[in-house]
């Protein structure tokens, strides 16, 4: 007898790819459950526009807790497990190297561990949400399936142990369990601390006189941007095929850090010209003659990877994926966008409370 049981099991559900997974499953019929740690700040913005749907549920677990993940799975029996939980920030995993080998490395074996001591093995199939940032000091370009892999951060190294984890518990106990090597993929839900996104709301904030200048690291940094709700669509076809392999998930095209940036400030109507090398190059707003960008060595990174490029004709060819659905030009206009109506409500917000303030000063309001 078939089995049309369609159970999704996210981690990292409140994450960009998390909740774009989330929407993109529930419309497929799936029953989606999504693990979240507890937190007294709420941190599910992201997903809060699916919280009430019938076939949308949440479990709090943590990476680093093994009986957690046992519990949930044992409970829920998911048909396809998506682990995209992660420290995925490179600059933090010099901060705090231990914590994301615990999450980012022994997480993915504790989520495999799970699966098969709950007798899953063989019902169940594994995503993991691997990285481009594994090939680091690339020794080839583009890079694909058989480049060969250097680390260049902590967080690199780590994602590298659980990439190679995944295909030991595909071979060695015939698991259904595969990687996407995710290129950068972006989204108007990119967090704040990203490069794209920092980019995107600085342009929106200095166009609305919200912030004065834009410091950035190294301009000169190569990467294959794609867009997230593209790419989540890549992962669910990663796991419909007959036989589990491993997959490159990008565009094929590739920008540096300063065209993302002149593109950006291009659609809220500056036009940025960019004068000299290295930490002494500024990008000047050629109307006004203002320095509005700067290079700060604070967020030059102890290793650097600068050339990143993926190639995808192993996902077009074998999954039926268009890597091009959505142009690099119009990632950044939709991020731009966005941020340029957030930025906004911000000001209309803090126009509220200054006349508020105002009223109450003059006595006009109690």
């Not at 995710?182 to 709301?201: A, M, Q, W």
């Not at 119009?330 to 966005?338: A, G, I, N, P, S």
């Amino acid at each position: 007898m078939k089995n049309d049981r369609k159970v999704a099991f996210i981690t990292g559900v409140t994450g960009q790819d998390g909740s774009y997974l989330s929407e993109f499953l529930l419309e497929k019929g799936y029953e989606v459950h999504g693990m979240i740690r507890r937190s007294s700040v709420d941190y599910r913005e992201r997903i809060a526009h699916l919280e009430g749907k019938p076939h949308f549920h949440l479990h709090y677990g943590h990476m680093g807790d093994s009986m957690a993940l046992m519990q949930i799975i044992s409970q829920i029996r998911p048909t396809e497990i998506y682990n995209l939980a992660a420290q995925s920030h490179v600059q933090v995993s010099f901060d705090s190297p231990e914590f994301t080998a615990n999450v980012d490395a022994t997480g993915v074996l504790r989520v495999l561990e799970a699966v098969r001591l709950c007798g899953l093995a063989d019902q169940c199939r594994i995503y993991q949400a691997s990285t481009s940032e594994l090939y680091g000091k690339v020794e080839e370009v583009p890079q694909n399936e058989n480049t060969p892999f250097h680390p260049y951060s902590p967080y690199a190294v780590a994602k590298l142990y659980g990439y190679w984890i995944v295909k030991e518990y595909r071979e060695a106990y015939n698991m259904y369990c595969c990687s996407g090597i995710l290129f950068n993929h972006e989204s108007e839900r990119r967090g704040e601390t990203f490069v794209t996104r920092k980019i995107t709301l600085a342009a929106a904030r200095i166009k609305q006189g919200k912030q004065e200048k834009l410091y950035l690291g190294n301009l000169d940094s190569l990467r294959d941007w794609g867009y997230a709700k593209d790419y989540v669509e890549c992962m669910w076809l990663i796991l419909q095929q007959k036989k589990a392999e491993d997959f490159v998930i990008a565009t094929g095209v590739q920008h540096s850090v300063r065209e993302f940036c002149q593109l950006a400030f291009h659609h809220v109507g500056i036009c940025l010209e960019f004068q000299g090398k290295g930490l002494e190059e500024k990008g000047i707003d050629k109307a006004t003659g203002k320095v509005l960008v700067e290079v700060s060595p604070d967020f030059y990174r102890p290793t650097d990877v600068v050339n990143l490029w993926g190639d995808p004709t192993k996902a077009r060819a074998k999954l039926g994926w268009n890597p091009n659905k959505t142009s690099f030009e119009e990632l950044v206009k939709l991020m731009v966008d966005h941020d340029m109506e957030q930025v906004a409500v911000e000001r209309a917000s803090d126009q509220v409370r200054t006349n508020l303030a105002e009223y109450l000063e003059k006595g006009i309001v109690k």
